[in-house]
């Protein structure tokens, strides 16, 4: 091969591999587009990452193949996921966690997963213990990220329901990530558990080490805050900042992406400064307006449609699973126990079991990594993310509340 050959190669490799990936964002873009127009014409009854969902599977390879994940459309989906999960910390307030009601959510959690592990040994009789812990794990966790955009288009955010939601979710998605670094690390559980500790303590240096500069140099504070309603941009610089800075610490110790960016929203919820008006609208906006769509669109391109629908009767069995362990225990607990969650009507209980129940993102980390330690068949793997996905677009739908009780006009804020 000429020497004109070998410069010109990784030139046309890489405008291929652009080419590629602008295309499928062009696609992923057309459904970003088309989504509120459907949400709109089904009045609010069907929640805009149910339509994402539903049009990355048409887009993805499995049916119309117009879009394909590779690496450039990854990093921004991995970006949409990172944002995801930091507008969840956001939200969450650890004292509520520290709370009775964050104490009994814990409890819950272990209860859904000692009562899942039994079952993956009943349903897979000759299973190793990580291989039931893939599923036990998969089939105990909540997609908080996924309900946070839904309980806001409700007005539920502030309500009770939605304090308890959302102590489930935070418990659902931490708790899932630390048995998957505890249980299925390639490490011994002691070493897993100084990466966690190791990890933690990286995440602490982040959050303190910046804020004392900024509070106590004032030139820093001063550009800082000077730049907040400028091009610059600093608060959501610096917020950005943080969420690479802890992925990648994250990645670095070989532990989920999720467990960083969740520390980054409780970093940002605990040192945010007061009196930065607009920084969370406009937070939101870069992340609910693209990088967040671009990830729930990804997911439903991951579905394989065809592995799913030779084995229907099996996706009905995990999404029973997932509804009953999951869902069925939040109940049972909420019904026979005191849980601090404040909920006494039937109807929020039901609510509450089914937002519980519903999950996608840590199913889709754990059968990942479950497929790559071959601990699941990749067609297994297939159908379980599938009935992920169907709990989002199903769960949601059949918690939505009353007409006229506890919903906001599409587009507002409570």
């Excluded at 004109?4 to 030139?11: A, E, M, T």
């Excluded at 127009?37 to 539903?54: E, H």
């Excluded at 992925?247 to 945010?272: H, K, N, Q, T, W």
Aim: glycine share 8%; charged share 15%.
């Amino acid at each position: 091969m000429s020497g004109v050959d070998l410069l010109s190669l990784p030139v046309l490799t890489s405008s291929t591999t652009l080419d590629a990936a602008l295309l499928s964002l062009f696609w992923i873009g057309c459904a970003l587009v088309v989504s509120p127009v459907v949400v709109r014409a089904s009045r609010g009854v069907v929640p805009d990452v149910v339509v994402l969902l539903v049009l990355g599977c048409l887009l993805g390879p499995s049916v119309l193949a117009l879009a394909e994940i590779g690496p450039g459309v990854e990093l921004v989906r991995e970006l949409g996921l990172g944002l995801l999960f930091l507008l969840a910390g956001t939200e969450i307030d650890p004292a509520t966690l520290r709370a009775k009601q964050g104490r009994q959510a814990i409890l819950t959690w272990i209860l859904c997963l000692a009562l899942a592990l039994g079952v993956a040994w009943a349903f897979i009789p000759d299973a190793t213990f990580a291989a039931a812990a893939v599923l036990a794990i998969a089939v105990t966790s909540t997609a908080l990220g996924a309900l946070l955009p839904i309980l806001k288009d409700r007005g539920q955010l502030d309500s009770p329901l939605g304090t308890a939601v959302l102590t489930h979710g935070a418990v659902g998605e931490l708790m899932p990530i630390m048995a998957m670094a505890l249980l299925l690390s390639t490490r011994t559980t002691w070493a897993s558990a100084l990466v966690l500790l190791a990890f933690f303590l990286v995440a602490a240096v982040v959050a303190v080490v910046p804020h004392r500069l900024v509070m106590r140099v004032p030139g820093i504070r001063a550009a800082l805050v000077e730049g907040v309603d400028t091009t610059a941009q600093t608060a959501v610089r610096v917020t950005f900042w943080l969420l690479l800075t802890l992925m990648a610490a994250a990645s670095v110790f070989e532990l989920d992406v999720v467990l960083g960016a969740f520390a980054a929203g409780f970093i940002v919820r605990a040192v945010r400064p007061e009196g930065f008006l607009g920084y969370e609208e406009r937070l939101e906006a870069i992340a609910y307006g693209f990088f967040i769509p671009v990830f729930f669109v990804t997911s439903g391109m991951n579905v394989d449609v065809a592995a799913v629908a030779e084995q229907p009767v099996l996706l009905l069995v995990f999404v029973a699973m997932i509804l009953v362990i999951r869902g069925g225990v939040v109940w049972l607990r909420e019904r026979l126990s005191r849980t601090g969650s404040g909920l006494t009507g039937p109807g929020d209980r039901r609510r509450l079991a089914l937002y519980a129940a519903t999950g996608l993102p840590i199913i889709v980390a754990v059968t990942e990594l479950g497929v790559s330690r071959e601990l699941m068949p990749e067609d297994i793997a297939a159908v379980l993310v599938a009935a992920g996905a169907l709990t989002v677009l199903v769960f949601p739908f059949l918690a939505r509340p009353a007409p006229g009780r506890g919903t906001a006009q599409p587009g507002t804020r409570r």
